[in-house]
């Protein structure tokens, strides 16, 4: 899954781009994609071998295995993804998740539907009693995610609900504590917990799945991020692999390029940072940038990161009856889990099957003293959890990978292993978060660091926004 072919060699290096940007995540790519495509010189540098960020894969044996996403939104032709990837020319091969999750709770289960009617009336069947409310919340809904997308600052709505935490906003239109709890069921896209996940955040988040559906890229999330990364050098773009950068440098408080890790000096009119914003303003600009600015970073809050399994099975495991999808806990635990191989047979050799496990850690990064032990008593506890829904799965196993926050942090570099960015809560939610616009000029952000916030369609957004704002600055 390596990038080969993808990269340039250091000594291919210009002395001089118009943008540089910072990470390749997807933000990143998208961004330099459309500079590139507009005849900006562009270079994306990334420390990691590969492109992607969480939107990767890796080889293991017979079996490719998705790092971190595990599907897409917004991907059809008229949504956020869609059309970015129409634009730039990119065509992918998506398979549709229909239902798009389901959730198993420890004394019922419910599929949600890849369409918001359709699981409006599937709700409205189980809790007749809550119907008339049920259509008020999904009214409000899309009035509320067509504020957010039209920026309308005015807005009765968005300003409403930028005040109201999610569990706020369902108790005001439903009593039945069933039904709260399932269309809270998906908080673990965001990181936390209904009474905490800003309203607007979930909004945007769950209207992208159930308006356009959640997808998964032929081949891999990998291909993905790969497409993008092949859009920018088939523009004449360059990406530099395995290559860290170490300051971004300022005169007068204006952006004048960067320094590698080699020593290398590479000078830029415009820098984007798809990294941790932590990092950018404290590790790589030596330079004093607004106290303010500096104050407000320093006093926000990272989101959760998690424990992530990886199992390859052999081909007589029986997963027929197996849901994708929340297995949650009675103590607000959950554990994201998929078999791929459903979807996607390719991803892995002669009838193989894969499941992965994405779960909650109730360990605090800075308090871990022995990561390996966490990752090998995580690992067996997961196995053993799973066995209560694929029975004698542990003699099914050919292959076990796993990863901490401390992995996540390795290979992204996203502070304590950061899901989602910064905590997706009230404060740090639409104006709380940072701009894409830093105090420093010609300095952006893209990613989830950023704004509009976390997930694949939401980064994909950011990238394009500032690239755009490039392109209109330089008009």
């Known amino acids: 899954m390596a990038g080969h072919g993808l990269s340039i060699k250091k000594s291919e290096l210009q002395d001089k781009y118009d943008v540089v940007v910072i990470g390749a995540g997807v933000g990143g790519l998208v961004s330099g994609a459309f500079l590139a495509k507009r005849g900006k010189k562009t270079l994306v540098v990334e420390q990691h071998n590969i492109p992607g960020g969480y939107c990767t894969s890796f080889k293991r044996g017979a079996y490719i295995f998705d790092s971190a996403v595990h599907h897409i939104g917004g991907c059809s032709k008229y949504s956020i993804v869609g059309r970015c990837l129409k634009e730039l020319g990119i065509e992918l091969e998506f398979f549709g998740l229909d239902p798009m999750d389901s959730l198993i709770f420890p004394s019922f289960s419910i599929d949600i539907p890849a369409d918001i009617e359709s699981y409006k009336s599937s709700l409205q069947r189980r809790y007749p009693a809550e119907k008339d409310n049920i259509s008020r919340f999904f009214s409000e809904f899309i009035k509320l995610y067509r504020a957010i997308i039209n920026e309308s600052e005015n807005s009765p709505t968005l300003q409403k609900y930028r005040e109201q935490t999610y569990g706020v906003m369902l108790d005001s239109f439903f009593d039945d504590l069933e039904l709260k709890t399932v269309l809270a069921g998906q908080w673990g896209y965001l990181g936390s917990p209904a009474y905490e996940v800003s309203s607007i955040g979930m909004c945007q988040m769950l209207v992208n799945y159930l308006r356009d559906g959640a997808w998964y890229p032929k081949g891999g999330t990998q291909n993905f991020a790969n497409?993008?990364?092949?859009?920018?050098?088939?523009?004449?773009?360059?990406?530099?692999?395995?290559?860290?950068?170490?300051?971004?440098?300022?005169?007068?408080?204006?952006?004048?390029?960067?320094?590698?890790?080699?020593?290398?000096?590479?000078?830029?009119?415009?820098?984007?940072?798809?990294?941790?914003?932590?990092?950018?303003?404290?590790?790589?600009?030596?330079?004093?940038?607004?106290?303010?600015?500096?104050?407000?970073?320093?006093?926000?809050?990272?989101?959760?990161?998690?424990?992530?399994?990886?199992?390859?099975?052999?081909?007589?495991?029986?997963?027929?009856?197996?849901?994708?999808?929340?297995?949650?806990?009675?103590?607000?635990?959950?554990?994201?889990?998929?078999?791929?191989?459903?979807?996607?047979?390719?991803?892995?050799?002669?009838?193989?099957?894969?499941?992965?496990?994405?779960?909650?850690?109730?360990?605090?990064?800075?308090?871990?003293?022995?990561?390996?032990?966490?990752?090998?008593?995580?690992?067996?506890?997961?196995?053993?959890?799973?066995?209560?829904?694929?029975?004698?799965?542990?003699?099914?196993?050919?292959?076990?990978?796993?990863?901490?926050?401390?992995?996540?942090?390795?290979?992204?570099?996203?502070?304590k292993g950061a899901a989602y960015g910064w905590a997706v809560t009230l404060d740090q939610t639409g104006p709380g978060r940072l701009s894409n616009k830093t105090p420093v000029d010609n300095l952006y952000m893209a990613g989830h660091w950023t704004n509009p916030g976390p997930g694949v369609c939401a980064v994909v957004s950011s990238g394009w926004r500032v690239a755009n704002m490039i392109l209109e600055n330089g008009r």
């Open 227 to 415: 497409a993008f990364a092949k859009s920018l050098r088939d523009s004449g773009g360059d990406l530099l692999l395995s290559s860290k950068v170490k300051e971004i440098f300022l005169r007068d408080n204006k952006v004048a390029g960067v320094r590698l890790d080699g020593g290398e000096d590479v000078k830029a009119e415009y820098v984007v940072s798809n990294v941790d914003a932590k990092q950018t303003f404290s590790d790589l600009i030596k330079e004093e940038v607004d106290p303010a600015y500096m104050d407000r970073i320093r006093g926000m809050k990272e989101s959760p990161s998690y424990f992530l399994l990886y199992l390859g099975l052999d081909p007589n495991v029986d997963l027929s009856n197996f849901k994708r999808g929340f297995y949650h806990s009675p103590n607000n635990q959950w554990k994201y889990v998929s078999a791929p191989t459903k979807v996607d047979p390719s991803l892995a050799t002669k009838g193989r099957q894969e499941i992965t496990v994405v779960a909650t850690t109730e360990e605090k990064y800075d308090e871990v003293k022995d990561w390996k032990g966490l990752k090998d008593r995580l690992t067996k506890c997961t196995i053993r959890y799973l066995e209560d829904f694929v029975p004698n799965l542990e003699r099914h196993i050919e292959v076990v990978d796993a990863a901490t926050p401390k992995t996540l942090w390795r290979y992204t570099l996203n502070s």
